[in-house]
Nanobody, 120 residues
Framework: QVQLVESGGGLVQAGGSLRLFCAAS??????????MAWYRQAPGKQRDLVAA???????DYADSVKDRFTISRDNAKNTMYLQMNSLIPEDTAVYYC????????????WGQGTQVTVSS
């Protein structure tokens, strides 16, 4: 079982920055072996992948956030991060931390989400 707790969301003006945190409590799993991701869901829209980072540190980004967002992880702290710069109103959404389903994790796991609101 993996429990995920997101934090760091809030209200920010366009052009500003926020850093999201995802703290993982992984019973029976080694955090370092988990593939992780950030998703977001805006009102009335589907949940979309924002960024992913594999257990080996390979990163992938949605086109809409490339060059603005950076995903990272600290395996010693069981924590994943999302640094968001040059925020725009279209980034407004609930951001979710995710453990991706792999042969190691067997299932995917989700946090409760943290709200990010970007004002124009």
């Amino acid at each position: 079982q993996v429990q995920l707790v997101e934090s760091g969301g809030g209200l920010v003006q366009a052009g500003g920055s926020l850093r999201l945190f995802c703290a993982a409590s992984a019973s029976g799993f080694a955090f370092s072996r988990l593939d992780m991701a950030w998703y977001r869901q805006a009102p009335g829209k589907q949940r979309d992948l924002v960024a992913a980072i594999s257990s080996g540190g390979i990163r992938d980004y949605a086109d809409s956030v490339k060059d603005r967002f950076t995903i990272s992880r600290d395996n010693a702290k069981n924590t994943m991060y999302l640094q968001m710069n040059s925020l725009i109103p279209e980034d407004t959404a609930v951001y979710y931390c995710n453990v991706r389903r792999t042969s190691y994790s067997v299932s995917d796991f989700w946090g409760q989400g943290t709200q990010v609101t970007v004002s124009s």
